[in-house]
């Protein structure tokens, strides 16, 4: 292969992060000018980040993977801000970057060891040491603000819902369920992590304490809690955390998680978002959430999620992530800013009417900035924390997350990624109308050398007369002379926003590659236009979301360069289930259908799922709960399998067999419906795979499947 590199500060970094092997693995789609499942899959992935105290120097993760040896490798950069100058730090893999003796060296997980520990070098990578000597894995970090203690987040065995084994039968391989929450996303829980405080003499940690010793409880929250689940307060006095004190099944059925303040000194701990006294109000978690009022917030009792603390710099307040309503994992997350003098509590940015993301601290203590989405796009705001009022500080077409605030105070550090672009790093001013200063192009050659279709923003109006915002991806080099297939992207979550969002599988870029139009929708039911638009999904799987489908189709449809006859529905989890459910009630649109660990049968859900405050709140009830007139609740009386009867288009069912949150069940069912229906079908199944498909050679199985099935019915 011939690939000429200028050897600038950028393609610098391009070469030290890609390497050749990446772009051998890229080679036939640079030849064929298109992305490829190859491409995709060779692309670098941009991972955590995090900026010296004197913000000269930028640590970053980048994971690539080895097709052939169907792995990956995460490794850790460091870049000079100034020249953007980058090399790679860690010679082997290593994750989780921070600073630490004021800048001079970056401490970093790694299991060189055959264990995974904390380790450090300097920043020219000269001198590396192993600094902790844990019998079980690390997980996770952070050090205090003097740098003598450190939080180091490990697993703990957990019987609270699976019985221990026999001691006499180490062989065997029976579970036994005591309780619900036995499983979660992909595991048995035989083990959860708890967050334990070490001491720091500048080499070694040592003396570990477990911060919720005895406790049954997991902190960070399984299954996606991290570190930014816990804080270090500015004196290093305290360590803020996260933590649902709930198991089984009451912890399956509600979302109430609180922020706990653990003091170091007298490891005693109390909770801020509650008093000492509260009692929680009993809940029928038979019955719709919605029609309780005991699961909402009433005054001081925060009783939805409340995570992610942050204290602010000059230590007189905290900030975390909180939502109103138990059972509600998708009520919007707002700002609630606890001062420790007063012991009161207020919630900043109100009028924002949308999902509060990642935040950080403004270095006067007096303002909080933060990401939220708002008309399909992930931008940068700042409110101040007195007067609760909020303003953008981006406005751009893609999607910010925050990673710091810069220690000069004047901008933030931050990544960035788009329909058309992954993951890259900048530096965002703080004030408007400066200008934002990109630091990496990891995937450069990727962007040069292969063709990318245009992203447009296209108004609908749907079926009651709103306006719906959808996302409309041309193919390269699109020709409004021909007709083109289209395909309806059906998001999932169910509430999780069509956004800017780049995705490594269903990513529109490489539906585009092949000759399709794809159209996706924010229709009801995703955050970004206000409150009721989010809600009015709740218990409404089949109502109105769908005809915001179906208005999206036609109204690209009616485009002359679109081919009303090879037009096709794709989608997983929530677009799994939309699938499944247009396949019964489509009215002849769609020539081919693919749908990813969707739900098929809703009545089978709600007892199959782990997280049972799901299933309460968006199906209202258990399927046994009739309403007053006696009728099914609707999510149970318009379950996609009443109507396989309709089934006539051919349809794909993907799953993978370690998803506990759908189960693989759903899509053997609907496999098995078609079949007997006399309908063409395919199942692709993943033994080792989860809700998502995390594995190189699995993930281009899934592209060359999925494509091969669109291509049958559609090309």
Same mark, same amino acid.
């Given at each position: 292969?011939?690939?000429?590199?200028?050897?600038?500060?950028?393609?610098?970094?391009?070469?030290?992060?890609?390497?050749?092997?990446?772009?051998?693995?890229?080679?036939?789609?640079?030849?064929?000018?298109?992305?490829?499942?190859?491409?995709?899959?060779?692309?670098?992935?941009?991972?955590?980040?995090?900026?010296?105290?004197?913000?000269?120097?930028?640590?970053?993760?980048?994971?690539?993977?080895?097709?052939?040896?169907?792995?990956?490798?995460?490794?850790?950069?460091?870049?000079?801000?100034?020249?953007?100058?980058?090399?790679?730090?860690?010679?082997?893999?290593?994750?989780?970057?921070?600073?630490?003796?004021?800048?001079?060296?970056?401490?970093?997980?790694?299991?060189?060891?055959?264990?995974?520990?904390?380790?450090?070098?300097?920043?020219?990578?000269?001198?590396?040491?192993?600094?902790?000597?844990?019998?079980?894995?690390?997980?996770?970090?952070?050090?205090?603000?003097?740098?003598?203690?450190?939080?180091?987040?490990?697993?703990?065995?957990?019987?609270?819902?699976?019985?221990?084994?026999?001691?006499?039968?180490?062989?065997?391989?029976?579970?036994?369920?005591?309780?619900?929450?036995?499983?979660?996303?992909?595991?048995?829980?035989?083990?959860?992590?708890?967050?334990?405080?070490?001491?720091?003499?500048?080499?070694?940690?040592?003396?570990?304490?477990?911060?919720?010793?005895?406790?049954?409880?997991?902190?960070?929250?399984?299954?996606? $809690?991290?570190? &930014?689940?816990?804080?270090? !307060? @500015? =004196? +290093?006095?305290? *360590? #803020?955390?996260?933590? %649902?004190?709930?198991? /089984?099944?009451?912890?399956?059925?509600?979302?109430?998680?609180?922020?706990?303040?653990?003091?170091?000194?007298?490891?005693?701990?109390?909770?801020?978002?509650?008093?000492?006294?509260?009692?929680?109000?009993?809940?029928?978690?038979?019955?719709?959430?919605?029609?309780?009022?005991?699961?909402?917030?009433?005054?001081?009792?925060?009783? $939805?999620?409340? &995570?992610?603390?942050?204290? !602010? @710099? =000059? +230590?007189?307040? *905290? #900030?975390?992530?909180? %939502?109103?309503?138990? /059972?509600?994992?998708?009520?919007?997350?707002?700002?609630?800013?606890?001062?420790?003098?007063?012991?009161?509590?207020?919630?900043?940015?109100?009028?924002?009417?949308?999902?509060?993301?990642?935040?950080?601290?403004?270095?006067?203590?007096?303002?909080?900035?933060?990401?939220?989405?708002?008309?399909?796009?992930?931008?940068?705001?700042?409110?101040?924390?007195?007067?609760?009022?909020? !303003? @953008?500080?981006?406005?751009?077409?893609?999607?910010?997350?925050?990673?710091?605030?810069?220690?000069?105070?004047?901008?933030?550090?931050?990544?960035?990624?788009?329909?058309?672009?992954?993951?890259?790093?900048?530096?965002?001013?703080?004030?408007?109308?400066?200008?934002?200063?990109?630091?990496?192009?990891?995937?450069?050659?990727?962007?040069?050398?292969?063709?990318?279709?245009?992203?447009?923003?296209?108004?609908?109006?749907?079926?009651?007369?709103?306006?719906?915002?959808?996302?409309?991806?041309?193919?390269?080099?699109?020709?409004?002379?021909?007709?083109?297939?289209?395909?309806?992207?059906?998001?999932?979550?169910?509430?999780?926003?069509?956004?800017?969002?780049?995705?490594?599988?269903?990513?529109?870029?490489?539906?585009?590659?092949?000759?399709?139009?794809?159209?996706?929708?924010?229709?009801?039911?995703?955050?970004?236009?206000?409150?009721?638009?989010?809600?009015?999904?709740?218990?409404?799987?089949?109502?109105?979301?769908?005809?915001?489908?179906?208005?999206?189709?036609?109204?690209?449809?009616?485009?002359?360069?679109?081919?009303?006859?090879?037009?096709?529905?794709?989608?997983?989890?929530?677009?799994?289930?939309?699938?499944?459910?247009?396949?019964?009630?489509?009215?002849?649109?769609?020539?081919?259908?693919?749908?990813?660990?969707?739900?098929?049968?809703?009545?089978?859900?709600?007892?199959?799922?782990?997280?049972?405050?799901?299933?309460?709140?968006?199906?209202?009830?258990?399927?046994?709960?009739?309403?007053?007139?006696?009728?099914?609740?609707?999510?149970?009386?318009?379950?996609?399998?009443?109507?396989?009867?309709?089934?006539?288009?051919?349809?794909?069912?993907?799953?993978?067999?370690?998803?506990?949150?759908?189960?693989?069940?759903?899509?053997?069912?609907?496999?098995?419906?078609?079949?007997?229906?006399?309908?063409?079908?395919?199942?692709?199944?993943?033994?080792?795979?989860?809700?998502?498909?995390?594995?190189?050679?699995?993930?281009?199985?899934?592209?060359?499947?999925?494509?091969?099935?669109?291509?049958?019915?559609?090309?």
């Amino acid at each position: 292969m011939t690939f000429k590199i200028t050897l600038t500060a950028a393609t610098l970094m391009m070469s030290l992060t890609l390497g050749a092997q990446n772009l051998q693995q890229a080679e036939e789609a640079f030849q064929k000018g298109r992305l490829t499942p190859e491409a995709l899959w060779s692309m670098g992935r941009i991972g955590g980040v995090t900026v010296s105290p004197d913000g000269k120097t930028v640590a970053y993760t980048v994971t690539t993977y080895d097709i052939k040896a169907n792995k990956g490798e995460t490794a850790i950069y460091v870049m000079d801000t100034a020249s953007c100058q980058t090399r790679r730090l860690t010679p082997g893999r290593g994750s989780q970057p921070a600073f630490i003796d004021g800048g001079r060296r970056v401490a970093y997980l790694s299991s060189a060891s055959g264990s995974s520990q904390v380790w450090a070098t300097d920043l020219d990578g000269t001198h590396t040491e192993r600094l902790s000597d844990e019998t079980a894995d690390v997980e996770g970090f952070s050090f205090s603000p003097d740098g003598s203690h450190i939080i180091l987040i490990k697993s703990i065995p957990s019987t609270t819902s699976i019985a221990a084994k026999d001691a006499d039968l180490p062989l065997s391989t029976g579970i036994l369920a005591t309780d619900l929450m036995y499983k979660h996303w992909d595991q048995y829980v035989t083990a959860i992590p708890h967050p334990f405080v070490a001491q720091f003499d500048g080499r070694k940690i040592s003396g570990a304490i477990d911060v919720l010793e005895g406790e049954p409880f997991e902190c960070p929250m399984l299954p996606f $809690g991290g570190i &930014e689940q816990l804080a270090w !307060s @500015p =004196d +290093g006095q305290s *360590i #803020a955390y996260t933590c %649902r004190k709930k198991t /089984g099944r009451d912890y399956a059925v509600s979302t109430d998680s609180d922020i706990f303040l653990y003091d170091i000194a007298t490891k005693t701990t109390r909770n801020l978002c509650k008093p000492a006294d509260y009692k929680a109000p009993a809940i029928d978690h038979t019955k719709s959430l919605q029609d309780q009022a005991v699961n909402k917030q009433e005054g001081d009792f925060n009783v $939805g999620y409340d &995570e992610n603390p942050q204290f !602010s @710099p =000059d +230590g007189r307040y *905290i #900030a975390w992530k909180s %939502r109103e309503r138990d /059972g509600y994992e998708s009520d919007l997350s707002r700002l609630c800013v606890y001062e420790f003098k007063t012991g009161r509590k207020t919630y900043v940015a109100g009028q924002f009417a949308s999902e509060v993301n990642e935040f950080v601290w403004a270095a006067d203590s007096k303002r909080l900035y933060f990401t939220g989405v708002w008309h399909g796009k992930t931008q940068i705001y700042q409110t101040d924390i007195k007067t609760g009022s909020f !303003s @953008p500080i981006t406005d751009e077409v893609c999607d910010y997350a925050l990673s710091a605030l810069m220690p000069d105070g004047k901008s933030l550090l931050a990544t960035r990624h788009s329909m058309s672009r992954a993951d890259e790093i900048f530096i965002v001013p703080i004030r408007k109308g400066q200008t934002i200063t990109q630091l990496t192009e990891v995937n450069r050659p990727f962007y040069d050398r292969l063709a990318w279709g245009e992203v447009k923003e296209r108004w609908v109006k749907t079926s009651d007369g709103q306006s719906e915002l959808c996302w409309v991806v041309y193919p390269p080099h699109f020709d409004p002379a021909k007709k083109y297939p289209v395909l309806l992207f059906c998001e999932g979550g169910p509430q999780s926003p069509v956004s800017q969002f780049w995705s490594y599988r269903w990513n529109f870029q490489i539906m585009a590659a092949n000759d399709y139009i794809i159209i996706a929708p924010n229709r009801r039911g995703l955050p970004g236009f206000g409150k009721k638009w989010l809600e009015d999904i709740s218990g409404d799987y089949s109502g109105q979301c769908m005809r915001d489908y179906l208005s999206a189709i036609d109204d690209i449809a009616a485009e002359p360069y679109v081919d009303r006859e090879r037009l096709g529905a794709v989608g997983a989890s929530f677009g799994g289930y939309s699938v499944y459910w247009l396949a019964g009630n489509h009215d002849k649109r769609f020539k081919c259908f693919i749908s990813h660990d969707g739900i098929f049968n809703t009545q089978q859900q709600y007892l199959e799922t782990e997280e049972m405050w799901f299933a309460n709140w968006d199906l209202k009830s258990a399927p046994w709960h009739r309403q007053a007139n006696g009728e099914m609740q609707n999510a149970f009386a318009h379950s996609p399998h009443l109507y396989a009867d309709k089934w006539d288009t051919p349809i794909l069912c993907i799953h993978g067999q370690r998803d506990f949150r759908i189960e693989y069940t759903q899509a053997e069912s609907a496999f098995s419906a078609a079949r007997m229906r006399g309908v063409d079908a395919q199942l692709l199944l993943f033994p080792d795979e989860n809700h998502w498909v995390l594995k190189p050679q699995n993930g281009i199985l899934w592209q060359r499947t999925f494509f091969r099935w669109l291509d049958k019915y559609l090309k």
